[in-house]
């Protein structure tokens, strides 16, 4: 190299840049993608089911029972484990005081495991 010439520049090159994904709204969705897809991704998780068991007394096992049956006669077919937790809803939407008052009419049994 010589004292006139100039050292090579490298360009400078422009910074990268980070590129967002942009919220894809319903009707663009649905021009790219086919129904059973959206429908794919609309549909809401399932629950995840817990089991376990419980001892009922035969009266209030009885109780279900008649519920069922009223239940069946007003045309609408249910389970014990829906009535159980249409019971639970409304348990958990009463106030304090009455929900106190409907644990205290339920006496407690000592627990039955079967040998």
């Known amino acids: 190299m010589t004292s006139t010439?100039?050292?090579a520049v490298q360009p400078k090159t422009a910074p990268t840049r980070v590129v967002r994904k942009k919220a894809v709204?319903?009707?663009v969705l649905a021009k790219t993608v086919s129904n059973p897809e959206i429908e794919k991704l609309n549909k809401e998780k399932k629950?995840?089911?817990v089991?376990?068991?419980?001892?009922?007394p035969e009266s209030e096992f009885s109780?279900?029972?008649d519920l069922k049956q009223r239940a069946e006669k007003l045309s609408s077919k249910?389970?014990?484990?829906?009535?159980i937790r249409a019971g639970i809803k409304i348990m958990a939407e009463m106030s304090d005081a009455d929900f106190l008052a409907a644990l205290g009419t339920v006496p407690s049994i000592k627990k039955v495991r079967p040998a």
């Open 5 to 7: 010439e100039k050292p």
């Open 25 to 27: 709204s319903a009707n």
């Open 47 to 49: 629950p995840k089911l």
């Open 51 to 56: 089991r376990d068991k419980f001892s009922i």
């Open 63 to 65: 109780v279900l029972k």
């Open 78 to 83: 249910t389970k014990k484990n829906e009535l």
